[in-house]
């Protein structure tokens, strides 16, 4: 099978090219970033060719791993040189701009696959891993292409509405949170910090690092191009402000039951029992 990888010098284009070639496959990259592309296909074995359209021209799949924001438009300018034979597979974690797009170039007769890896560039297998599938025109088609290209993985099929809207809160919620709390504590002596702080922090610390050593450009990607970020952010605020205030005041009745009301939500969840134990856990494999 013939890969094209659009924006194979990325990080996760560059997963994507590594993942193709350790399955035996010819692969080509196209990327702006010209020297970069090179370096990537030097490594792994894979060629670069001159262009987008010129990449996709004769492969069998095409790989689109672009910013956010560019992944509409980079659709709309291969789409004319797609053979109806082409399987075209993006991975953008926001999909509601997207979808109609792909809508669009199903109906020329290419098979689409709109996924998004629920995993990060750093992961070296599959097994135990999840992709989210989102419909586009042919569910069980495009179901049975997410399995065959992702062998080991779970694959989760959801609608663009929901995709989207639980991306608001589990990457625009956790990166905003983790974003405020390094601005803070990046104030501070981090080394004193350390010495002090418990097992909370210390795993605090590590998720708002990771955070922080991202592209800036891809997260702030994540939290504008998402229609329902404001609205949860707007949710988190409002709590935040009903719990400092209730520090404030010294309120001690209040905060106990605010704790007691969230406490009974979220204690439904099955992993909530075990929650303590798998904090340990996991600072021991830190």
């Not at 692969?27 to 702006?32: E, G, Q, R």
């Not at 993985?153 to 905003?176: G, N, Y």
Request: charged fraction near 25%; hydrophobic fraction near 45%; include cysteine.
């Amino acid at each position: 099978m013939k890969v094209a990888v659009i924006g194979g010098a990325g990080r996760m284009g560059r997963w994507f090219v590594r993942h193709f070639i350790n399955q035996g496959e010819e692969v080509v990259i196209s990327d702006t970033r010209r020297s970069e592309a090179e370096s990537v296909a030097k490594s792994t074995g894979a060629k670069v060719a001159e262009n987008n359209p010129r990449a996709v021209e004769k492969a069998d799949l095409v790989v689109v791993s672009t910013p956010i924001e560019a992944t509409p438009s980079l659709l709309e300018e291969i789409s004319p040189a797609l053979r109806s034979s082409v399987t075209v597979m993006e991975i953008s974690s926001l999909k509601s701009k997207v979808v109609p797009v792909l809508e669009r170039i199903a109906e020329l007769g290419v098979k689409t696959v709109s996924v998004h890896p629920l995993f990060g560039p750093g992961v070296q297998r599959l097994a135990g891993e999840r992709v989210a599938l989102i419909p586009i025109s042919d569910p069980g088609s495009e179901l049975r292409s997410a399995r065959r290209l992702f062998p080991e993985a779970e694959i989760v099929v959801v609608d663009v509405e929901e995709h989207d809207r639980a991306m608001a809160l589990t990457l625009s919620l956790s990166h905003f949170l983790n974003i405020a709390f390094a601005s803070v504590v990046a104030e501070e002596d981090l080394n004193v910090l350390k010495k002090l702080g418990g097992t909370t922090f210390a795993l605090q610390l590590v998720l708002a690092e990771a955070v922080m050593t991202e592209d800036p450009d891809l997260y702030a990607s994540i939290q504008m191009g998402n229609l329902y970020t404001v609205e949860c952010l707007e949710r988190f605020m409002e709590r935040a402000g009903m719990l400092e205030e209730h520090v404030a005041r010294k309120d001690v009745r209040a905060f106990s039951q605010f704790y007691a009301d969230i406490r009974s939500s979220i204690s439904k969840d099955r992993d909530f029992a075990v929650a303590y134990e798998r904090m340990y856990r996991a600072l021991d494999a830190l």
